[in-house]
């Protein structure tokens, strides 16, 4: 059996085939799914009653999540000073990640983002000297509670549309949660 002297050729035009392909169709997808806000992107959820029967939840997912977020902060509020200082603590290692752009000492001047010191009850797009993006300056008004931290930090770009924060946003529910309580602990309040 002879071997096809093509055959590399073949093999790299299938492969980068295989990948215009799946651009294509992301692309197309995101054009036919686009959406103007962020309660569009919510979906019913089926929730279970305590008789067994499902129930067609109507709360926006966020909502949902939020139920989830505040459930583990009471839970590790409430389970002892131990587990409430090791879910703090892990807060504070996610917060790692966002120290990267945002300084969280009390004094410290804005880096990319602002500061974060006493976010927790202040309100949206308020810290003294930065410059806001336009997606955080359209909810001026608003108050930073936890539950819109929450919200904020599940997709950043879909609560607050034109905000100039690249972070995609925190996936993981115990992760918000944990980061939520370190956030409440970095307040002079």
């Not at 000073?81 to 090791?86: K, S």
């Amino acid at each position: 059996m002879a071997k096809d002297p093509l055959f590399s050729n073949k093999l790299f035009g299938a492969i980068l085939f295989a990948g215009v392909l799946a651009t294509g169709t992301g692309f197309v997808a995101k054009l036919l799914h686009k959406t103007d806000s962020p309660e569009k992107n919510a979906y019913p959820i089926e929730v279970t009653d305590a008789a067994g029967g499902e129930v067609a939840s109507t709360e926006p997912m966020d909502t949902i999540f939020w139920s989830d977020v505040e459930i583990l902060m009471t839970t590790a509020q409430n389970s002892g000073q131990d587990t409430l200082m090791r879910v703090t603590g892990k807060g504070e290692k996610i917060f790692k990640k966002c120290a990267s752009c945002h300084n969280i000492a009390s004094g410290a001047p804005h880096k990319t983002g602002p500061n974060i010191r006493n976010v927790v009850g202040r309100p949206i797009a308020s810290a003294e000297g930065y410059n806001y993006s336009r997606g955080l300056l359209e909810m001026s008004g608003g108050t930073w509670t936890l539950k819109e931290l929450n919200a904020f930090l599940t997709k950043p770009k879909v609560y607050a549309p034109g905000t100039k924060m690249s972070y995609n946003g925190l996936k993981k529910v115990p992760d918000r949660a944990a980061l939520l309580l370190y956030l409440n602990t970095q307040s002079d309040q």
